[in-house]
């Protein structure tokens, strides 16, 4: 009898011993063009690690950046070359179109921020994607409209604000511009272009004498935001802009929970759903940050009335 009991836990052993190391390893392409986006994606990660998949276990994550738009189609090739079950695309639009350039196959994820994958033919729709693309899909331009209104009621006898412009979001600056028309509001352009002389941009801010200013988000932004956040308290700036930039209003919708959102797609493509039936998804929630740490040392007073509809309050 413990001769047969032996036996069974020595094969039963030789079982797992051999399930374990036939665990299937998934690699994941991780892509993005333009700026590093690693603040925002360990969340990806973090989620993936959540739900099982564990970097040096069962998962391998193969990390690439295009810094030039050019670089997207060479890192796309090789990303397929690799093999990979699934690529994340991340924010600017380089990526995602190198990424379905170079295949029609492994199932894509993308986080599409202030482009239209439907217009752009990326997806059949958002409901019914097609093809081996789905994912998340938000653009910024109405929440940039927003920021200014909310900036508006900090300053509500103000007529002059200014708004950040690069070669990035064209769109969003438009928005922004009818915005300010329909508030009869002037609207001063600080455009930025490499370098990106961020110290010179916000000396004209200061000499331009305008209220507040509204930074969009993009590539260039969401690099600089700990820069830009530094530089407008410095010279005494009021500013607004996405959520997780630190300034003295945020609105939007934080790129965290979205990450986390885009790893959970990945999992059950991973487990076997095909990208063309899960529906590219858009953000629900926005919030409006109030940093009154900021407001205290800029010497002003928040409204009651902003205060009362605020999601976060940051107090001294």
């Known amino acids: 009898m413990i001769v047969v009991v032996l036996a069974l836990l020595v094969t039963v052993g030789v079982s797992l011993v051999g399930a374990q190391s036939q665990q299937k390893t998934f690699r994941i392409g991780m892509f993005t063009a333009g700026v590093n986006p690693r603040a925002f994606t360990r969340a990806y990660e973090e989620r993936l690690q959540e739900l099982g998949y564990v970097e040096g276990r069962n998962l391998r994550i193969e990390w690439r950046q295009a810094q030039k738009a050019e670089q997207a189609a060479q890192i796309a090739a090789e990303l397929v070359r690799l ?9 600017a639009e380089p990526s995602l179109r190198a990424s379905t350039e170079a295949t029609r196959t492994i199932p894509i994820v993308m ?132 959520v997780d930039y630190g300034l003295l209003l945020g609105y939007g919708t934080s790129l965290k929970p979205i990450l986390r959102r885009a790893a959970e797609m990945t999992d059950r493509i991973l487990k076997g759903a095909q990208p063309s039936e899960l529906p590219v998804e858009q953000p629900t929630k926005f919030e409006l940050v ?16 902003l205060l009362l509809r605020a999601d976060r309050v940051i107090d001294p």
């Open 83 to 91: 093999k990979v079950d699934a690529i994340l695309s991340f924010g």
């Open 111 to 242: 986080i599409a921020l202030n482009y239209d994958p439907v217009a752009k033919g990326y997806v059949a729709s958002l409901a019914r994607p097609g093809g081996n693309v789905t994912g998340i899909f938000y653009q910024q331009p109405e929440t940039d409209a927003k920021r200014l209104e909310l900036l508006k009621e900090v300053f509500p006898r103000a007529k002059r604000f200014a708004v950040w412009s690069d070669a990035f979001v064209g769109d969003q600056v438009k928005a922004v511009q009818a915005a300010a028309k329909a508030l009869d509001l002037q609207l001063q352009l600080i455009e930025f272009s490499p370098p990106y002389d961020l110290e010179r941009a916000f000396l004209t801010l200061k000499q331009g004498a305008t209220a507040g200013f509204v930074v969009v988000g993009g590539p260039i932004a969401t690099r600089e935001r700990a820069r830009v956040a530094d530089l407008a308290l410095q010279h005494r700036i009021p500013a607004i802009g996405p």
């Open 290 to 305: 109030i940093n009154l740490k900021t407001a205290k040392t800029l010497g002003l007073t928040i409204p009651q009335t």
